[in-house]
């Protein structure tokens, strides 16, 4: 052929730009740190996530309860949320473990609406259907109740493993069960990512530094766990849920990402959990006094939820198989966060009449808690977008919508 005569496309070449003329792409998804910029159509992704927990609405919207002593439920008629149209080749199958929790139902949300496929698999312990009620029925979602604990086989590409109670109280109601599935729920999740090729992530936690005598804490930091102690069952349980992860890449090659997230608060969060934020946002509701424990100057640095996910969709699809912290630097202590709820649900009310009582101090309960997060802006470039008061802001308004539906 002459060198001036136009090449003739394959026939694949022909398929492929008729698909992406039809299908977003995948590669282009912005995540919700770009989402929240001054951009329109960015901003409107956001106002769908909001709408999502702010005023939720289920497949089935009437419930009618008659005289009989039956009840009647009746399909909703709002639409599924809008999700994006992803040429097949880049569309994949998602599995989200825990998905029906706090964390797992906000990363469902976004896998969602970036337009992939989604399982959700929970045993419903600390999660919920309704946060995930907005999806079931949707040809792009499924919902199984299943415990990791037991293996199960489905074919997907990607795992995000999340099942695990999160707050003290619920996993130390049952600390046995809670080892269990940092071991046996993470071991049948990396047997199956191995069987199915897919790529694992596990979110692992803060919690594997213990006490921490190093701080800001680094990945690098090997921790300061109490092995015997009540939050052992949870910390260990991770710790061993990490080597297996590793332990399942050298030997079997199986293509691991490991998140260590720190301290994350946001709407969806079980509020009878025990866990700072949301008690204090409770109380302050109530108008109750807030319980600190100990004297107030032991330190945190809360996350925002919307941030978190972002981190997540990130270390997933990057190369990076080193575990990345991902958790904010801005820092407080406990009566300054304890100070703030009850000055923003004083703005937001017009009334608060809580004070803060202190307590005894928990055992084990780290004295600072703040990650070093330079390996997740290098090689994610990952930074938290949300400051704690915009975050606590729309926390505060779920809860309220909450509680005004309890009533
Ligand atoms: N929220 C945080 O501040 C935080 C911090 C560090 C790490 N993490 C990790 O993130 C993940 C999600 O945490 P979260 O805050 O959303 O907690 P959560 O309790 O709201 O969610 C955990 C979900 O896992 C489900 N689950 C528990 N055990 C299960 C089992 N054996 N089989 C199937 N499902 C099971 C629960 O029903 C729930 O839906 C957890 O792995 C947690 O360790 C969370």
């Given at each position: 052929?002459?060198d ?8 694949v ?6 698909l ?7 590669t ?6 770009a ?6 159509e ?10 999502l ?5 289920t ?9 009989d ?5 009746a ?26 929790g706090?964390v ?12 992939h ?9 600390t ?33 995000y493993h ?11 109601s ?5 080892l269990k ?18 790529r694992f992530l ?8 213990g ?8 990945e ?26 590793y ?12 998140a260590?997230?720190f301290?994350t ?34 330190t945190?640095?809360?996350q ?5 996910v ?30 703030m ?8 009310n ?17 004295q600072k808690?703040?990650?070093d ?14 400051k ?9 308004k ?10």
């Open positions: 052929m002459p001036s005569a136009p090449p003739t496309p394959s026939a070449d022909t398929v492929r730009a008729s992406e003329s039809r299908y977003s792409s995948a282009s998804l912005p995540t919700l740190s989402m929240t910029s001054a951009n329109g960015e901003n409107s992704m956001m106002a769908t996530l909001r709408s927990y702010l005023n939720p609405h497949a089935l919207a009437h419930t009618v309860q008659r005289e002593g039956t009840v009647t439920y399909p909703g008629s709002r639409p599924y949320p809008p999700v994006r149209l992803l040429n097949p080749i880049e569309k994949k199958r998602v599995l989200v473990t825990g998905g029906a706090f797992g139902s906000h990363l469902v949300d976004r896998l969602m609406l970036m337009g496929n989604v399982i959700c698999i929970d045993n419903f312990f999660g919920s259907k309704s946060n995930v009620a907005h999806w079931i029925g949707h040809p792009n979602f499924e919902l199984i109740r299943h415990d990791v604990v037991d293996p199960i086989l489905v074919e997907v590409d990607q795992i999340l099942a695990c109670p999160a707050s003290p109280v619920h996993y130390q049952n600390p046995v069960k809670t599935t940092g071991f046996f729920g993470t071991y049948n999740m990396l047997g199956l990512a191995k069987r199915v090729k897919a596990l979110s692992s936690t803060s919690e594997i530094y006490d921490p005598e190093e701080h800001p804490q680094k690098s930091y090997w921790g300061h766990v109490n092995c015997i102690g009540p939050r052992a069952c949870y910390d260990e349980g991770k710790r061993v849920a990490e080597t297996l992860a332990s399942y890449q050298r030997q079997e090659g199986v293509d691991i990402r490991v260590r997230i301290n608060f946001g709407p969806r969060m079980n509020w009878n959990d025990g866990r700072v934020v949301s008690n204090f946002i409770l109380q302050a509701l109530k108008s109750e006094n807030l319980s600190v424990y100990g004297d107030g100057q032991s945190r640095s809360f925002y939820v919307h941030d978190l972002d981190g997540l969709l990130k270390l997933m699809n990057s190369d990076c198989d080193e575990p990345v912290n991902i958790g904010t630097q801005e820092e407080f202590t406990i009566d300054e966060f304890a100070q709820v009850i000055d923003l649900v004083k703005k937001e017009g009334i608060c009449e809580s004070k803060v009582v202190y307590m005894d101090a928990l055992q084990d309960d780290p808690r703040k990650p997060t330079t390996k997740a802006k290098e090689w994610l470039d990952w930074e938290p977008q949300w704690v008061i915009d975050g606590l802001r729309e926390t505060v779920y809860f309220k919508t909450q509680l005004e539906d309890e009533l």
